[in-house]
């Protein structure tokens, strides 16, 4: 099984709401992602977990928050938003080790008005 | 110069043609190359992986690597309209988190 699931699919939020998306793997994976994609652009890193510790933080602006609760979950904590982050949200998983060879979910449409 | 380059196209091609997708890059320290698959409004999905130089192939996809050239490949023999989807490249390190992508081509297969 190579799934990774994400929800919510889609996702509205006014600028000053507080949400969060959420994905979980079940292939004993031991490193997760979150990217953020624009349209006709390739996927854009956000964070790393590897091993449930923050290895990698592309100088995402702090009103993206991600928690990695165990090694199965991923979370990612929106606050106060701002239009221009309206994208295409994907978690990723991968072995963690050695091979780094990337699965991604399906992804949270998310619009901020 | 960018670290991995891919023509964006589009590229259009008639039902049963041969698309052939191609990306170069600049890090010759790249040991392994992926091909996804991403339908429009969908996550990219892991189409081919290959380490090293060499071939691949899995049904209609065969996947080439040429390290010498730093230049990466992918065939879609007897394409259908199901083949429609845009086309990332990516490349790693061994042991390293980050992926390289292209910037992904566009691929519309006409029935």
């Known amino acids: 099984d190579t799934e990774v699931t994400q929800t919510p699919k889609h996702l509205v939020m006014g600028m000053t709401n507080k949400k969060s998306l959420k994905c979980e793997q079940h292939?004993?994976?031991?490193?997760m992602y979150w990217y953020k994609q624009k349209a006709k652009k390739p996927p854009e890193l956000m964070f790393v977990?590897?091993?449930?510790?923050?290895?990698i933080n592309e100088s995402v602006p702090s009103r993206f928050s991600p928690e990695c609760p165990n090694s199965s979950l991923l979370n990612l904590h929106l606050h106060a938003l701002q239009p221009e982050d309206s994208a295409l949200y994907l978690c990723?998983?991968?072995?963690?080790?050695?091979?780094?060879?990337?699965?991604f979910g399906p992804g949270t449409r998310l619009l901020v008005l | 110069q960018k670290e991995v380059e891919q023509d964006p196209g589009p590229l259009s091609v008639p039902e049963g043609a041969i698309v052939s997708l191609n990306c170069t890059y600049s890090n010759s320290a790249f040991q392994y190359f992926m091909w996804y698959r991403q339908y429009s409004r969908k996550g990219p999905e892991l189409l081919m992986y290959?380490?090293?130089?060499g071939n691949k192939e899995d049904g209609r996809f065969t996947a080439q690597v040429d390290k010498s050239s730093k230049y990466i490949s992918l065939f879609i023999r007897d394409s259908q309209p199901s083949d429609s989807a845009t086309y990332l490249c990516?490349?790693?390190?061994?042991?390293?988190?980050?992926?390289?992508f292209g910037k992904g081509n566009q691929v519309v297969v006409i029935p």
């Open positions: 990723a998983s991968s072995q963690g080790i050695g091979v780094n060879t990337q699965y």
């Open positions: 977990y590897s091993y449930e510790k923050l290895s």
């Open positions: 290959t380490y090293s130089s």
């Open positions: 292939m004993g994976h031991r490193a």
């Open positions: 990516a490349m790693s390190l061994y042991g390293n988190n980050r992926l390289a």
